[in-house]
């Protein structure tokens, strides 16, 4: 990003979405990006989308193949959501897109951290309870929980703090109850997308149901690389997992960590970490057998969402095999590479798919910073209530036009964050290098 650092922001959300270098893709490859295109044509369908545009999503998604990882599942009117989809229009503006494709993390926890994360929104700068839910109903709790019964209540913590605002917003939201938490924020991102953003892009969010299905998909072929090797190559997912723990043993260790082998285990609306031993997922606490780690059991689970692919998993079948360029957070420019080598590592292990170990090698800007790029104070929800529908095309004109070192401001999340002050003082004393083999595949 150095050489963008005085030029418009645009300009640099212009490169993100800049369409990798076309090269012949291997037959690996080839697959894969099918499977994706026809879990994003299933996930417009199912969101109510029409027919045409469903069809020029995935049309330019083949064309451009880049995806916004970074958010996590929030309301489009929380700021970590809007400013960076804000980022991602003033990218495929650029290009002349009209469609947009996002994936949000939702095996993330209703609360990240006190009265912050997906079960909060400041409204008029007060915290609110987004679910209405009690402390002992969100701590600890997944986005993906349920079944259950969840609805837009929208409960302020302090009393006498109802508002116009919060009238407003209840106005906004769907009134219907939903199974899981995730569920109805995707409901009702549907719903503010046109109010807040308008009708110039049709726009599809995708999350970690999705990404099951998507999995399911693969599993179910019996030719496809996730079954062959993933699952019946007993070196491919032995390598990766060794290689895990040697980075979490040497100089890169706080990056890309261990935390669950492949799956995450969803039992009573809390997710678990599992264990692959011996050809079983093991739940790592108790020792419970969850699933054999074959095809028709895991595929069994993932429909039934009591396992739910990890983020690896996830970034190997939505970017790393149908060769995507990822968008995401200020973690991701390490742990992502990280990624590729490790699934790289692999591969050359057991002397396999020379043609997509070639193609990982050559990628065009696999991955990049594109997520809370923009900092702003300015509150989404008090800018559309007092500018109406038209203001968001105002801001991303203002915002595209500031200067990229302006916009990004302090970089607080890189400076001022402790795992980047870490690996600072590795890099000064030498501990890791940018031509270490880790590094490889940034």
Avoid at 293 to 299: H, R
């Amino acid at each position: 990003m150095r050489s963008y650092y005085s030029r418009p922001v645009r300009d640099y959300a212009s490169r993100l979405f800049e369409a990798p270098v076309q090269n012949a893709l291997p037959d690996t490859r080839r697959r894969s990006l099918a499977k994706l295109l026809e879990t994003i044509r299933k996930a417009g369908h199912r969101n109510g989308l029409p027919i045409q545009a469903v069809s020029q999503i995935c049309s330019d998604f083949e064309k451009r193949r880049v995806l916004q990882t970074g958010p996590h599942l929030f309301l489009l009117l929380e700021p970590e959501a809007y400013y960076t989809h804000v980022l991602s229009l003033l990218g495929l503006s650029a290009h002349g897109c009209s469609t947009y494709v996002s994936y949000a993390v939702s095996t993330v926890s209703l609360v990240e951290r006190p009265r912050k994360g997906p079960g909060w929104l400041a409204v008029d700068g007060k915290p609110t309870n987004v679910f209405g839910l009690s402390r002992s109903r969100m701590i600890g709790y997944s986005l993906l929980s349920g079944p259950g019964s969840y609805r837009f209540e929208l409960v302020p913590t302090e009393p006498n703090a109802q508002g116009d605002a919060l009238t407003l917003l209840r106005n906004l939201l769907p009134m219907a109850l939903f199974e899981r938490p995730a569920h109805a924020i995707k409901a009702a991102n549907l719903m503010l997308w046109p109010k807040l953003f308008g009708t110039g892009f049709s726009f599809l969010q995708i999350d970690d149901e999705d990404i099951a299905d998507l999995v399911a998909d693969h599993l179910s072929d019996e030719d496809s690389w996730l079954r062959t090797r993933l699952l019946e190559n007993p070196k491919i997912a032995s390598s990766i997992l060794a290689a895990l723990d040697r980075l979490a043993a040497g100089p890169w260790s706080g990056w890309l960590a261990r935390g669950t082998d492949f799956f995450w285990f969803y039992e009573n609306g809390k997710r678990l970490p599992l264990r692959l031993v011996d050809g079983d997922l093991v739940h790592s606490a108790t020792g419970v057998k969850v699933a054999r780690f074959t095809a028709p059991d895991i595929i069994e689970r993932l429909v039934n969402r009591s396992l739910i692919p990890n983020l690896l998993l996830m970034f190997l079948v939505s970017s790393i095999l149908p060769g995507v360029r990822a968008l995401g957070g200020s973690y991701q420019p390490l742990y992502y590479p990280l990624m590729r080598y490790v699934f790289y590592q692999a591969l050359e292990a057991a002397d396999i798919d020379g043609d997509l170990r070639h193609a990982l090698a050559h990628d065009d800007m696999p991955g990049a910073w594109g997520h809370r790029v923009i900092e702003c104070d300015d509150d989404p929800f008090a800018l559309f209530r007092n500018g109406g529908p038209g203001v968001t095309p105002r801001i991303i004109d203002r915002l595209g036009d500031m200067a990229f070192a302006e916009a990004c401001g302090d970089m607080s999340r890189f400076v001022s964050d402790a795992s980047w002050q870490e690996i600072q003082r590795r890099l000064r004393e030498q501990a890791i290098t940018p031509t270490d083999a880790e590094w490889a595949f940034s």
